[in-house]
T-cell receptor, first 116, second 111 residues
Framework: DTGVSQDPRHKITKRGQNVTFRCDPISEHNRLYWYRQTLGQGPEFLTYFQNEAQLEKSRLLSDRFSAERPKGSFSTLEIQRTEQGDSAMYLC??????????????FGPGTRLTVL | AQRVTQPEKLLSVFKGAPVELKCNYSYSGSPELFWYVQYSRQRLQLLLRHISRESIKGFTADLNKGETSFHLKKPFAQEEDSAMYYCALSQYNTNAGKSTFGDGTTLTVKP
């Protein structure tokens, strides 16, 4: 296990299509995060999971976005009916925090989405 | 609401000069602050966290709750420090999990 992996690394799609991204966290990590990053901005929190439970979801995440982590391991982020404004880098991170604390997040390389 | 502000988008210094990257935050609870770094063509990685009070690669950062700041400092910058730096805030002592990142500062260390 060499770290967090994301697939695909790049995705080009046409407006209106659905896309799905996958994230494989570090195996023993129980927390998994999704972020979106656009040019010139920092990572923007979308959602996070503690094991298989989705515990928090940003208001930025419209109904077209859904994330799952069915067995508490890998996660998928789906965007339905993509719009040009969805073009961004989608980052995944995982962590194993001590109880009651946040801790270091390990980031994947990201999936760059371009919506034409 | 929690917010992180990094006032400088770009910072350029000469090798050997001191460097300070500013970070200000707003949060009503007990924050946990981090600095992440992204070197060219690499993924985002942790540089240091306030709770550890450690020095990593010569960088230090002190949490100033009065000024709500967490500035990153290094007394003598090196060319290999050139990178994008992000300040991040998480909620301490909760299981909320949300992290807020600043928009980053690009540091360039000139020879």
């Amino acid at each position: 296990d060499t770290g967090v992996s994301q697939d695909p690394r790049h995705k080009i799609t046409k407006r209106g299509q659905n896309v799905t991204f996958r994230c494989d966290p570090i195996s023993e990590h129980n927390r998994l995060y999704w972020y979106r990053q656009t040019l010139g901005q920092g990572p923007e929190f979308l959602t996070y999971f503690q094991n298989e439970a989705q515990l928090e979801k940003s208001r930025l995440l419209s109904d077209r976005f859904s994330a799952e982590r069915p067995k508490g391991s890998f996660s998928t982020l789906e965007i339905q009916r993509t719009e040009q404004g969805d073009s961004a880098m989608y980052l995944c991170a995982s962590s194993l925090p001590p109880s009651g604390r946040d801790d270091e997040q390990f980031f994947g390389p990201g999936t760059r989405l371009t919506v034409l | 609401a929690q917010r992180v502000t990094q006032p400088e988008k770009l910072l350029s210094v000469f090798k050997g000069a001191p460097v300070e990257l500013k970070c200000n935050y707003s949060y009503s609870g007990s924050p946990e602050l981090f600095w992440y770094v992204q070197y060219s063509r690499q993924r985002l990685q942790l540089l240091l966290r306030h709770i550890s009070r450690e020095s990593i690669k010569g960088f230090t950062a002190d949490l100033n709750k009065g000024e709500t700041s967490f500035h990153l400092k290094k007394p003598f910058a090196q060319e290999e420090d050139s990178a994008m730096y992000y300040c991040a805030l998480s909620q301490y002592n909760t299981n909320a999990g949300k992290s807020t990142f600043g928009d980053g500062t690009t540091l360039t260390v000139k020879p």
